[in-house]
């Protein structure tokens, strides 16, 4: 992950925003009929949802431009940019879900059956990626645990493995071997049954744009943004921690754990501060981004520094 350039907002034009869009709108005809906002995401792709207040933050949310314009993910290209300019490379028609591993019920979900399934939340949460920028985004999903409860895991699950879409011929980063693909992370199954763990499917009301992991993606906001794994075609319940991405490529910057701490440096910079994007002055970074109070108990006892 290389160090960062805060692009200017005016430097992201609106027709580049436009073209990446998921379902882009073909007609110029209906062009004109649409604001801004309603150019971001097509109409038919609002989602239901409640609002959350028990684990939201009530911080100041980023624009959808700042969320959509600077993004990480590597099958879209490697700089900030990529992402959106590529984003009409990743193919989510007909996208389905696999739950695996050790459970007794084992099954396969088509995504558009997966969000008639759960009641859509919508949870406002930092993310902190581990270049120490970060953002507030109103995510729209649902508890992680919900799915997996529906697995019925074995005595013998013990972690959970996820792994992101491989489509060597359609997605320009998985051209060539930047990364181990496809990319894959992991959670031990109480960080994963943890409420604060959601499955997203949205954002500002609407589908998740390709950017930003469509159609699913998980987020774990008191883990550095990389865990928070994009495009999710399998989750596996395991008894072995399973291989994550940056781990196996570079072990001795980037753990397993993962968790937001600011008394552990990245061996190459500190961690101890951080960029609000749209902001100049920095923040503090906080012990698990904040999220202590929720989650500090499943690490009691363990050495942080050691399994960071
Ligand atoms: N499949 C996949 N998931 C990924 C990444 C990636 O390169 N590939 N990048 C990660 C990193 S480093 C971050 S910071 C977040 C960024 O999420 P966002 O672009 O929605 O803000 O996605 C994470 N998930
Ligand atoms: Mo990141």
């Given at each position: 992950?290389?160090?960062?350039?805060?692009?200017?907002?005016?430097?992201?034009?609106?027709?580049?925003?436009?073209?990446?869009?998921?379902?882009?709108?073909?007609?110029?005809?209906?062009?004109?009929?649409?604001?801004?906002?309603?150019?971001?995401?097509?109409?038919?792709?609002?989602?239901?949802?409640?609002?959350?207040?028990?684990?939201?933050?009530?911080?100041?949310?980023?624009?959808?431009?700042?969320?959509?314009?600077?993004?990480?993910?590597?099958?879209?290209?490697?700089?900030?940019?990529?992402?959106?300019?590529?984003?009409?490379?990743?193919?989510?028609?007909?996208?389905?879900?696999?739950?695996?591993?050790?459970?007794?019920?084992?099954?396969?979900?088509?995504?558009?059956?997966?969000?008639?399934?759960?009641?859509?939340?919508?949870?406002?949460?930092?993310?902190?990626?581990?270049?120490?920028?970060?953002?507030?985004?109103?995510?729209?999903?649902?508890?992680?645990?919900?799915?997996?409860?529906?697995?019925?895991?074995?005595?013998?699950?013990?972690?959970?493995?996820?792994?992101?879409?491989?489509?060597?011929?359609?997605?320009?980063?998985?051209?060539?071997?930047?990364?181990?693909?496809?990319?894959?992370?992991?959670?031990?199954?109480d960080?994963?049954?943890?409420?604060?763990?959601?499955?997203?499917?949205?954002?500002?009301?609407?589908?998740?744009?390709?950017?930003?992991?469509?159609?699913?993606?998980?987020?774990?906001?008191?883990?550095?943004?990389?865990?928070?794994?994009?495009?999710?075609?399998?989750?596996?319940?395991?008894?072995?921690?399973?291989?994550?991405?940056?781990?196996?490529?570079?072990?001795?910057?980037?753990?397993?754990?993962?968790?937001?701490?600011?008394?552990?440096?990245?061996?190459?910079?500190?961690?101890?501060?951080?960029?609000?994007?749209?902001?100049?002055?920095?923040?503090?970074?906080?012990?698990?981004?904040?999220?202590?109070?929720?989650v500090s108990h499943m690490y009691d006892g363990m050495?942080l520094?050691?399994?960071?």
């Amino acid at each position: 992950m290389s160090k960062y350039n805060i692009i200017k907002e005016s430097e992201v034009t609106d027709e580049k925003l436009f073209h990446n869009r998921r379902k882009i709108i073909k007609s110029s005809i209906a062009f004109s009929f649409f604001t801004l906002s309603n150019l971001l995401f097509a109409k038919t792709e609002d989602l239901t949802f409640k609002k959350d207040l028990q684990y939201s933050t009530n911080e100041q949310t980023n624009t959808i431009k700042q969320i959509t314009s600077y993004n990480n993910f590597y099958e879209l290209g490697v700089g900030k940019r990529d992402p959106m300019l590529n984003a009409n490379k990743l193919q989510t028609d007909n996208w389905k879900l696999s739950i695996e591993g050790e459970v007794e019920n084992s099954f396969v979900i088509d995504v558009d059956d997966l969000l008639k399934k759960f009641e859509l939340e919508e949870r406002i949460y930092r993310l902190r990626c581990v270049e120490a920028w970060s953002m507030v985004i109103p995510w729209i999903g649902f508890e992680l645990n919900k799915i997996i409860k529906l697995s019925k895991p074995t005595s013998k699950a013990k972690y959970v493995a996820f792994e992101s879409i491989l489509d060597r011929e359609n997605l320009p980063g998985q051209k060539r071997e930047i990364l181990n693909w496809p990319y894959r992370e992991g959670l031990r199954i109480d960080e994963a049954m943890n409420p604060l763990a959601i499955i997203s499917v949205g954002l500002y009301g609407r589908v998740l744009p390709n950017q930003n992991g469509s159609p699913i993606r998980l987020v774990v906001p008191w883990k550095y943004g990389f865990k928070s794994i994009k495009s999710i075609v399998k989750i596996k319940l395991v008894e072995k921690q399973p291989v994550c991405t940056w781990n196996q490529q570079t072990p001795n910057e980037y753990g397993f754990y993962s968790n937001v701490n600011p008394y552990v440096s990245h061996p190459r910079w500190s961690q101890t501060r951080e960029r609000r994007i749209g902001e100049f002055r920095k923040r503090d970074t906080k012990m698990f981004n904040g999220y202590s109070k929720f989650v500090s108990h499943m690490y009691d006892g363990m050495d942080l520094k050691k399994n960071f």
